[in-house]
């Protein structure tokens, strides 16, 4: 089992940056991938980035390359996403999500969801 929380959401304007956090309890978090999804209202679960358990890959969405960065720090049971240059359509609450496969970017594959930080960018 895996319990995840995350933090560090807010409203900020647009340009601007913001780093999320979501905390893992258990002691296997190393081996699980983790990801982000985000969902924004009136709109479906979209993906947004993942990890590999060991930090060695990364798969990112199109509409966050070269603006988000995903980190995880398996001693502190934890994993960032760093958004940069955030816009408008950024908005969403953001989930994060643990998975015991690869790091891939469909919802399924993760057993386990945090509750969602709301990500709010005004313009």
């Known amino acids: 089992q895996v319990q995840l929380v995350e933090s560090g959401g807010g409203l900020v304007q647009a340009g601007g940056s913001l780093r999320l956090s979501c905390a893992a309890s258990?002691?296997?978090?190393?081996?699980?991938?983790m990801a982000w999804f985000r969902q924004a209202p009136g709109k479906e679960r979209e993906f947004v980035v993942a990890?590999?358990?060991?930090?060695?890959?990364?798969v990112y969405a199109d509409s966050v390359k070269g603006r988000f960065t995903i980190s995880r720090d398996n001693a502190k049971n934890t994993v960032y996403l760093q958004m940069n240059s955030l816009k408008p359509e950024d908005t969403a609450v953001y989930y994060c999500?643990?998975?015991?496969?690869?790091?891939?970017?469909?919802?399924?594959?993760?057993?386990?969801w945090g509750q969602g930080t709301q990500v709010t960018v005004s313009s």
């Open positions: 258990g002691r296997t978090f190393s081996r699980y991938a």
């Open positions: 990890i590999s358990w060991i930090g060695g890959s990364t």
């Open positions: 999500a643990a998975s015991a496969g690869l790091p891939g970017n469909r919802g399924t594959e993760y057993a386990y």
